[in-house]
């Protein structure tokens, strides 16, 4: 498997501050941008399509570049600093850790050819994190000092009052100044997926081009002349990120006379997420399926693998209707080699071509030893995924094995699959998927585990349940409860629960409002919850019952038997939020 751009071997360290190199052209606390006369737009040259990449090689960087071309541009990698100094124009899509992004900016010195481009007022857009590493430090396992350009620390959402956290999914923003690149995003929704922010200071104003409300107001974009850079991910936030993205790359496309109308931001919006199963049926052909309490085949005398469509093609149709993330399941990875599953990957690059919301897919993500002998960590696994088109990762099997470990020990190693990539990717990137099973009890005090009271009773009258774990794929259960998988996994460094349960999946009667109430509530990372949805009822039904961010559902977008849009519309009746 090729090596990262410009990986590092080296363990993160605190870095020399780069700025200190460039004989005084830098003061970081005052910042010699804001009182540079000369300072003033420029076009980029006319006729260039070429647009220069700085990827450091952490995360999902496959789906800019798509964008990027689906917009009429070439891509040009940056090889070393030099290739900074000469770019028309310069993207630089920060994934991933502060600390991690910084060292590798400082070792290769890219970091000085960064800040000198930028202090000669050269086209640049900075993105998520090449936001943030463009201010003076950030907490991020530190403090860690960042480039110094604007002034500020970056600082973690705090989630004493309930704010979950991480910040996933669509916002709108404040724009507080002309729009410039953010023009026609006015009153539209932007995807958010992070964990740190930047907070709008006297000091840092005259940056400042517009502000999001997540518990409160941080920094979502900045602007001066041409150097700009957004929190949110416009290659991510459909075509409303794309025209984003155009007015960067060209300027000529934003409307000059357009008048601009600053718009409230309103508040995150409820996420609608449509999973696809993936497997191999038995003529060997990737298809989408959909399990009845997690049993995939139909129930003939052929028993094969039910059959609802090709991967890429029912993606594509589900961006078009209106989903906010589209979920990957590969539900024979738990008994393949992921990195082996080329089809699996290519499912992934072809989708993200034109598939431009959050992509997360999960199945097999552990740790690995090929035939040959040959050991793979997850860490490794991710990665090709991410480098594959996703953005996020979904763990279940390994996460149940790392939480029961630390349950018993109270030890966190790092050596889990969830540890290892939440330190490198950002905890944004991991989501958990708990498959827990509901068992009945007499009392509140039948188990060890965390009980609910049941909203309906059991078969035998009882009052109480329990909702047990299991492992590969619904098979095998576990001695530990949803409740407290939630909380050790959250601990661990998951950043979302995608919370199913093998009761209702497939059955249409709604979600299982007790457990996601139970798990919801728990924890103070986003919950989606999933497994149940029969009718558009049982969207609203769950958001306004419980503290869930999200919810999922498969088998009635496949058959077409609820569309998308008519969720959202439900939605949007019965007064919650949802992007359109």
């Known amino acids: ?147 110094g350009l604007i002034p500020g620390a970056v600082g973690r959402f705090d989630s004493a009052n309930g704010l979950q956290v991480p910040h996933i999914g669509w916002n709108a923003v404040q724009i507080s100044k002309d729009p410039g690149i953010l023009e026609g995003t006015e009153g539209h929704h932007v995807y958010f997926v992070h964990s740190y922010r930047a907070i709008p200071s006297e000091a840092n104003k005259n940056w400042v081009s517009s502000t999001c409300n997540y518990g409160d107001h941080f920094i979502s974009s900045i602007a001066m002349g041409n150097v700009h850079a957004v929190q949110f991910h416009p290659e991510k936030s459909g075509e409303v990120g794309l025209s984003v993205l155009k007015n960067f790359l060209d300027p000529s496309h934003s409307s000059k006379t357009k008048k601009w109308v600053n718009k409230k931001s309103s508040k995150l919006a409820k996420r609608v997420i449509a999973c696809l199963d993936v497997r191999t049926n038995d003529k060997g ?57 080329l089809p699996m990957l290519q499912v992934l690059r072809l989708t993200s071509e034109n598939v431009f919301v959050p992509l997360t897919v999960g199945g097999g993500i552990r740790d690995f030893t090929d035939a040959n002998g040959r050991y793979y960590p997850s860490l490794e696994v991710a990665a090709e995924y991410f480098r594959s ?28 699959s969830l540890e290892q990539i939440s330190r490198v990717y950002g905890n944004q990137a991991v989501v958990v998927s708990i498959d827990p099973r509901r068992v009945y009890l007499k009392g509140p005090d039948d188990v060890k585990f965390k009980t609910v009271k049941v909203s309906a009773p059991g078969p035998n009258g009882e009052e109480y349940a329990w909702y047990q774990c299991t492992v590969s794929g619904g098979r095998e259960g576990r001695e530990i409860g949803a409740y407290e998988l939630a909380k050790s996994v959250e601990e661990l460094g998951a950043g979302e629960i995608l919370l199913n349960c093998i009761d209702c999946d497939g059955q249409g009667k709604g ?67 949802v992007r359109l």
């Open 285 to 341: 052909d990737l298809v989408v399926t959909k399990g009845d309490q997690y049993d995939v085949r139909e129930h003939t005398e052929e028993n094969e693998v039910r059959n609802l469509g090709k991967p890429v093609d029912l993606a594509r149709q589900y961006y078009k209707d209106g989903a906010d993330e589209v979920s990957f399941l590969n539900i024979t990875g738990f008994r393949d080699f992921p990195l082996g599953d």
């Open 1 to 147: 498997m090729e090596a990262p751009p410009f990986s590092s071997s080296s363990q993160l360290q605190h870095c020399a501050h780069p700025l200190s190199r460039i004989h005084g052209a830098w003061n970081r606390r005052k910042p010699n941008l804001q009182s540079k006369k000369h300072f003033s737009i420029r076009a980029s040259s006319a006729g260039d399509s070429t647009v220069t990449l700085l990827d450091y090689g952490a995360g999902n960087v496959r789906s800019l570049r798509n964008a990027i071309r689906y917009l009429g541009f070439d891509v040009k990698d940056v090889q070393n600093p030099k290739d900074i100094l000469n770019a028309n124009r310069l993207l630089f899509p920060g994934v991933g850790a502060f600390a991690a992004a910084m060292e590798v900016l400082n070792q290769n010195g890219l970091a000085e050819a960064l800040c000198t481009y930028i202090e000669n007022d050269r086209p640049f857009l900075g993105i998520c994190l090449g936001l943030q590493l463009l201010f003076e430090s950030s907490d991020e396992n530190g403090p860690v000092k960042g480039l």
């Open 511 to 577: 979600f299982d409002i007790d457990l996601i109430k139970l798990v919801s509530e728990a924890v103070t990372i986003p919950v989606i919850a999933s497994s149940g949805a029969g009718i558009v009822e049982h969207f609203s039904d769950v958001f306004q019952k419980t503290s869930a961010s999200a919810a999922l559902a498969a088998g009635i977008f496949h058959r077409k038997e609820v569309p998308i849009k008519c969720v959202k519309e439900h939605l949007l009746e019965e007064g919650i939020e």
């Open 389 to 416: 088109g996703a953005d996020k990762v979904s763990i279940g099997s390994d996460a149940v094995f790392a939480a029961e470990a630390y349950l018993r020990t109270g030890v966190k190693t790092g050596k889990s």
